[in-house]
């Protein structure tokens, strides 16, 4: 006896896995430029760069201005305890002010340029150039820098205490080995020798101090070191392919830093993956210090014109220029 129709088994119809597998593909890549529109929304802009009579034209490879401000805004007054940064002192002072040089070829270049180096300010006078940005905001850091250097800023950057803060812990902190103990009450910081995860009020401690003989000397290549060890754990394959983490980082970064009007996320990113690995680091040559009207400071002497002639056509910088500063 045949069974009738209605006994019979229904069939189940199956995708063929290619068009399985490219329908997944398709909602990744949908989700993944939904998030690169979204969080390029939400970046803080604001008008850093100027342009003015006189201005150096493009030169070659790609150059950010990097500002660590010392600007306690958005911190609660219990924030400004725990990272022992101290109360609110009105007028942002940029804290750290770094070039990020990334050359048509060969290695990028992060350059820490002393806050106490002493230049023509346009329509001031001259200071050390840490003045500029509280006397007239980024663009007239950016003007001071550029007439001085002749060194074209392509993107600028600013963040500040608690964003860097934020941004260590997003990214589950960030491992640091220090050669020696490092005890800094007016930073906060105890840190025994050897190699430690720093969370982010340490993290912010280790930048910012100048607990040692060599002061800022020491003080900016701890910044130059962790911001590529920063770097680095931002663009690892853990933080890469872990979904929770990259939103975290990604929303962490937005929220912390400002840039300029032109710059986007995926700006951001190239700059994270051109500091990730082994940058040249090195801090601006200078001819020694002198008394001035603002002062003690550095001076920019004929090998200062010579480092960023190199840089700002675009060759390779000579070692002998490149001094102590440098990490290979």
């Not at 990744?28 to 690169?36: I, T």
């Not at 001071?144 to 941004?167: L, P, R, T």
Request: proline content about 6%.
């Amino acid at each position: 006896m045949r069974p009738s129709k209605s006994a019979r088994p229904k069939r189940t119809r199956k995708l063929p896995v290619g068009r399985t597998l490219l329908a997944v593909v398709v909602l990744l890549a949908v989700a993944l430029v939904a998030s690169v529109v979204y969080f390029d929304s939400k970046l803080h802009r604001t008008d850093a760069l100027a342009s003015y009579s006189g201005r150096p034209g493009d030169t070659p490879g790609t150059n950010w201005l990097l500002v660590g401000s010392d600007t306690r805004q958005g911190m609660t007054a219990a924030q400004q305890k725990e990272y022992s940064t101290g109360g609110d002192l009105g007028a942002g002072r940029t804290d750290t002010i770094m070039l990020v040089h990334i050359p048509p070829s060969g290695k990028p270049l992060l350059i820490s340029i002393p806050r106490d180096i002493y230049v023509p300010v346009p329509g001031q006078g001259s200071y050390k150039i840490n003045a500029a940005y509280y006397l007239g905001g980024p663009k007239l850091l950016q003007r001071a820098f550029e007439e001085k250097s002749g060194v074209h800023i392509d993107h600028y950057a600013e963040i500040g205490f608690g964003g860097f803060a934020s941004v260590v812990d997003a990214v589950g902190g960030v491992k640091m080995c220090l050669d020696a103990p490092l005890r800094d009450p007016k930073a906060g910081l105890n840190l025994a020798r050897g190699c430690q995860t720093l969370n982010g009020r340490t993290a912010l401690g280790y930048v910012r101090s100048r607990n040692f003989p060599q002061a800022d000397l020491m003080r900016v290549q701890h910044q130059r070191q962790f911001l590529s060890a920063l770097m680095d754990k931002v663009t690892s394959p853990g933080t890469l392919i872990n979904p929770f983490a990259l939103w975290g980082v990604a929303s962490g970064g937005v929220d912390a830093l400002t840039v300029d009007r032109k710059t986007h996320i995926w700006d951001l990113a190239r700059l994270a993956w051109a500091l990730s690995g082994s940058p040249t680091t090195v801090t601006t040559p200078t001819d020694g210090s002198e008394s001035t009207d603002d002062g003690d400071a550095l001076v920019w002497g004929s090998d200062t014109d010579k480092f960023f002639d190199y840089i700002k056509a675009g060759q390779p910088v000579p070692q002998d220029l490149l001094g102590t500063g440098s990490a290979g």
